[in-house]
């Protein structure tokens, strides 16, 4: 049986007159944090928003848990238990934590009908959900609302999850609260797709990564060996690790 959960073979996308991805291929391995890097506008946004159809793919296939998805609609990808928080992390500001919450649980028309298992283990990893249940999402700290919009993405039951730069603008502390929510997350079984500039935080989570430039994947493998070989970081990304 074929590891990978995702594959991108030589995708394409256009936006408008703008030709972004030049032929991606990228396999993420079934149960593993593979994270996505890149210089910013490499095309790692584009290759997520792709993904999950809400950019078409103009040449190239995409496969999901053996399924072609390259021509299916947003809504359709995410019922096969995938979910995406994108960079702006599409908080509804003027609800409450509580409502943001429900929202996301497709079948559940109050709170009661959430599955209180699940519910629990947010709060486990995302105590700052509990503790601002019922204030307005938009008063939250950009820490907490991320981990608000990470806790709506795995109120159902996920098999991947797929992340735009989650640690982006918090603090050291709400950063490491994040490692441990997605290490437990990988350890429950669920595949992470992430997009991260943060290279400590990319290199404490990772399994495998794949390194983007110029809408291309320049170079695909283990997290560890990129960690390790300093060279390699100066030459795919200009820094060190």
Known sequence: MNNDLLTLSGVHTHIG??????????????GKLTLLLG????????????????????????????????ALPTPQIASMNVAYVPENMGIFSDLTVKENILLAARF??????????????????????????????????GGQKQMLAVARAIVEP????????????????????????????????????????????????GDTVAVMDNGVVVHAGSMKELAEDEALQHSLLGLAI
């Open 39 to 70: 210089r910013n506008g490499a095309g790692k946004t584009t290759t997520l928003r792709t993904i999950m159809g809400l950019w078409r793919a103009s040449q190239g296939g995409i496969v999901f848990n053996g399924q072609d998805i390259t």
């Open 108 to 141: 559940a028309k109050n709170i009661n009908q959430v599955d209180g298992d699940r519910l629990k283990r947010i709060f486990t990893l995302f105590p700052a959900v509990e503790k601002f249940w019922d204030h307005p999402a938009g008063k939250l700290s």
């Open 158 to 205: 996920r098999e991947l999850l797929i992340i735009d730069e989650p640690s982006k603008g918090l603090a050291p502390a709400i950063i490491n609260n994040m490692i441990d929510a997605f290490a437990q997350l990988k350890a429950g079984g669920v595949t992470i797709l992430l997009v991260e500039q943060n290279i400590n935080f990319a290199k404490r989570l």
């Open 17 to 30: 007159a703008y030709h972004i991805l030049h032929g991606v291929d990228l396999a993420v391995p079934r």
